[in-house]
C-alpha cells in the first residue's frame, strides 16, 4: 500500500532533467509548479493533492494530475466521489482484472516520481510511521495509471492511481498491519525499465510483459527510520521536518 508520500518538485523534475532540457524545466517550473501542491514533505492520497506526472502520452514532459484515479466508466461526481478514496492504489495483480484500471493498464500509464513514502508499523496495539526512500537519496519512480475525466460541465482533470506489488523483506518487517493478506509496498520502477513501463504498444503479450515487470524492489537499495506521527494531534503537518528521524524507545528495530 502508499497512501502517504514526500514529493518534491526536485524529485518531480528528475526524468526531465535527465533528458538535459533545461528549456522544458524552466517551462515546467514556470508554468505546471505553481498548478501543484509541491513541495509535499508529507502528504496522504485522500486529501487528493495534484502533483506531476509522466505519462505514455507525454514521457518526457509532465503533466498536472490528482491523485484517486476515476475509471473512465465515471459519468457524475456522486460516483466520483464514492469511488475516489477506492483508487489510490492499484494492486498490480490484477490490474488487467478490475474494472477501474483495466483500461488505463492497457492503455494510460505513467510515471510518479518521488523523494519517499510513509508506511506504518504495528507494535503491541500501537501504529508507528516509518519513511522509506532510495539509499542513494535519488527519487523513487513509481508506475503508475492514469486517466482523463470530464465533468459534466466539460471540464477535464487528468487523475492518477499508484501501483502496488508485494512487499520486499524490509516492507514485511514495516508494514505489517494484521488486517491485510500480506505487506505491500509501491512498484518501484529501475532506469532500466521506466520506458518498459509507459510503453503500451507492444502487441499481444502485452499483458505478460507487464505483469513480469512487477516485482518488489530490492531491499539493499532502501533505507528506512521512524518518524513523528503522520496521524492525530502530534502531526507536525506539512514540514520539512516530518520525514527527520524520531526514535521511539519502545520500538525493537
Known sequence: MCYDIKASLEAQLKRAERLGDLK??????EKLAPLTDLPLHHVSGFSHPEILI????????????????????????EQLKKIWNSTLNARGETIFEKASFREAAK???????????YEH??????????????????PLALAGLYTEYTN??????????????KGNSLLKRIHNNPK??????????SKEIENDWLNTEIGAELINQTLELIQEYPT????????????????LGN??????????????F
Open 152 to 165: 459534466n460541465k466539460g471540464g477535464k482533470m487528468v487523475t492518477f492511481t499508484i501501483v502496488t506489488t
Open 220 to 235: 539493499d537499495k532502501l533505507t528506512a527510520h521512524t518518524v513523528n506521527r503522520i496521524r492525530g494531534k502530534s502531526y
Open 24 to 29: 522544458a524545466i524552466d517551462e515546467i517550473i
Open 180 to 189: 491485510l493478506e500480506g505487506p505491500r509496498m509501491p512498484f518501484i520502477l
Open 107 to 117: 492503455h494510460n500509464r505513467c510515471i510518479i516520481y518521488i523523494d519517499g513514502f
Open 121 to 138: 508499523h504495528h507494535f503491541k496495539g500501537k501504529t508507528y510511521p516509518y519513511f522509506i526512500k532510495n539509499k542513494n537519496n535519488e
Open 239 to 252: 514540514v520539512p521536518e516530518i520525514s527527520a528521524h524520531f526514535e521511539y524507545e519502545e520500538l525493537e
Open 54 to 77: 509522466y505519462t505514455d502520452r507525454s514521457p518526457n514532459y509532465p503533466e498536472v494530475a490528482t491523485w484517486g484515479l476515476v475509471p473512465s466508466w465515471v459519468t457524475h461526481e
